[in-house]
């Protein structure tokens, strides 16, 4: 259980930090610049919580769904506390994950299974796995720095009827992808699609990033999905109930609040 | 048969569970209200015949949360139990009794929590029939004393499923020097044992059919009889209390704990009734037979506790320790059975019983030696482990090395589960997802050093759906002695199958 819990927490900072962006005077910008500009904006909101439903395809079509409850809030300094809590289905109710992130240290995690009734610190597990079954790993939900990519501007393209940048990312050291291509939104900067190549340049999975909504003045893309074409599996995230700049208070994050529950 | 009824039990719920089942959920403006559930069955299959059957089980198990606001909620659990295990059941009551080791009923309902929390700024009560849950080592936790045990399946079951709720106060005080946890349960609850005819009756507290001498009467045959307990009275002297302070510093989260009240495991006297009669006046010929009365008894014992986690690197670190002050164990009962009925001791029960034959004038030919041996006696001791816990992905493996320890022990006075003051458990939890968390395989084992035992128990789970779970697992135990820990259970080698439909 504990292995594949890992990551909950990460996903809705993942989902989340695609959204921070803004509309930009983008003219003359470089690949880097454009991804820059979402980077920048990333600790726009001190605090963000939203309720997520996950559901899991595999290779037969058969659907299995997961829900549950995250809350961020972010520090500065890429330090952040997360926490997220189980909703169904009923084997994992109850179950809650702790994350503290500190870009100078290892994150800290803790994790409540009420089967146990412990809080149980845990060490973080390998970047490149799948968690709980999904198609992303903890290295695509996991922040990444800016700086171990090089960028190259490939084209414009229209998908879904928005014009995008088409931007190829190359990992300075391959370690889990040979390369990622992005499609940025030229309207508002939101990823639209994102195609990942494994280690060995066979191309891997998509990961599509659609209905974008404005809540209080931050756009979010509401669904994503993520096809592993290679296994024939797919992830679906739909995101509800978003709420920016709440004030969450700081002893949600804690062991008292995991044992309690949201 | 027993394979047909679960077949049956399978059946039955496969047809259910065609059904979407839901749980029931409110969710307004003035609160939350929450009912969840399971229908769990469980076969059994013993691989040897001559042991005591165990039939099918059918468990429903049905959970209501409620909160009224934001500092007012409360859990009701309640487990409705056909259970297959309990063989000739004569308790007509309905639930189980707070107050009695043998509970010996079927169907009955189990409160496994009920309980109202109040939260308040810094503070936290929870109040009613609930479970604690100290220290961080896996299954065996020195320092969680609070709740006593449930061994009407050996100990072999999970912990959370062995753990009774006791009727008690919980208070959680949080602060940035330290999180303070208060409990204090008013009235003991004793631990729960099947009947002495049920599949997993403890061999060790049977004493033996007959009592060996190495005089002329022979072999004395042994009738034995089971008391329920006799709680100590309501007073807030009698009552247990622990407290446990924990803090989490530079990436280490440490706690230390006290605990005041009683062990959580079985302590039993066996006081012997010898009954002498004199079957032949003129040869002085005599006939003995022994009836052991098996006498729980509870003593107050303090715990002093420390607990810990860390992590280093892909690992994580956990430690326990706690130092148990005048803790109780039993003796091994054979040895000192046989002691009670040396020659040297039958000749003081054969000339008393002259001098009250004859007093009596030859009226009292038959009479009974009452004696007590004191089965259980005091040591202090202590007991810590050590786990370390590796996770990769869909894989996580665990190994604990737990020992105990008793200082001055006395070699002459042997106890059960200790060899010359030392008992030493490794274990190993392996654990492994398969097909997007469809399938987990689970490999739990133990092994003792210093009594050679081994338990094994694999079991393979497999989620048809988001609402039903089978799983299929074999438990091996193995032991060089019929009268340690787990070589008391060494022939109750079994398959098992569950399936569980969630609500």
Known sequence: ?262 | MRFIGAVLIALLWIGLTSLKTEAFQYEGDKGKLSLTGYLEGKAVYAFDGDTPEENPSVELGLELKASSASWLSTKIFLQAVDDGKVINPKNKALFNQFDRIYQDKNPYVNINEAYLDIYTGKVDFRLGVQKFAWGRLDEINPTDNLNTMDLTEGGTNDEIERKIGVPSLKINMYSDLANVELGWVPVYVPYRLPQPDERWFPKVLKPPEIIKTDTLVGDIPVNTIYQDIDLPPDTVGNSEMGVRVSKYIGGWDISCSYFTGYDTLPLMDAPVDLTVKLLNPLALDYQINAQVTMVPEIHRMDVFGFDFTTTMSSFTIRGEYAYFKNKYYNQKLDPVLEQLVTKARQDEIYKDFIVKYLASGGRDNVQVYHIDPHIPIQEDSMKYGLGLDYIHGDTSVSIQCIQEFIPNYDEDKPVYFNKNGVDTMLTFLFKQFFLQNTMEFNMRAAYDIEFQDVIIKPSLKYNFTDNLQGTIGVLFISSKYNDSLLGQFDDNDEIFAKLRCAF
């Open chain 1, 1 to 262: 259980m504990k292995c594949t819990c890992y990551g909950y927490a990460i996903i809705v900072f993942f989902a989340l930090s695609l959204t921070y962006s803004i509309p930009a005077q983008s003219a003359d910008m470089t690949a880097y610049q454009i991804v820059k500009k979402s980077e920048d904006l990333l600790d726009q909101a001190k605090d963000s919580k939203a309720d997520m439903l996950m559901i899991l395809v595999n290779n037969k079509g058969q659907k299995r769904e997961r829900t549950l409850n995250a809350f961020v809030k972010r520090y500065g300094n890429n330090k952040s506390k997360s926490i997220v809590f189980f909703s169904s289905p009923t084997d994992v109710k109850g179950t809650s994950f702790l994350v503290w992130t500190n870009e100078k240290k290892e994150d800290k995690q803790w994790l409540y299974l009420p089967a146990l009734q412990r809080v149980r610190q845990i060490s973080p597990s390998g970047k490149g796995e799948s968690f709980m079954g999904t198609e992303l790993t903890f290295f695509d939900m996991g922040s990444q720095d800016i700086d171990d990519y090089t960028y190259n501007l490939i084209k414009d393209e229209t998908v879904k009827g928005e014009l995008c940048y088409v931007i190829e990312a190359t990992p300075k050291k391959v370690e889990f992808y040979s390369k990622v291509i992005l499609w940025i939104r030229k309207e508002n900067f939101i990823p639209s699609k994102a195609d990942f190549y494994d280690t060995k340049g066979q191309y891997q999975k998509q990961g599509i990033f659609e209905n974008v909504k404005n809540i209080k003045g931050i756009n979010t893309p509401t669904h994503i999905e993520m096809h592993n074409v290679q296994n024939g599996r797919a992830t679906m995230i739909e995101l509800s109930n978003i709420l920016y700049d709440s004030g969450l208070k700081e002893d949600i994050f804690t062991e008292r609040y995991m044992t309690r529950g949201n």
